[in-house]
């Protein structure tokens, strides 16, 4: 046997600590991020409801 149950468990705790990484980086970027974009489709809908 390649690997003992001690480390697939090991990994398996390193595979959700990265996912949790990723999933803090994804929402901090959409918070901070999320009003600029937000403004840029209120611009372009506001200027097509002109036309």
Known sequence: MLFSARQRGQG???YAFLL???TLVVLAVLLLLGPIIGNVFSKLNSQ???Y
């Open 48 to 50: 097509l409801v002109t």
């Open 12 to 14: 398996l705790v390193e």
């Open 20 to 22: 949790a990484l990723i």
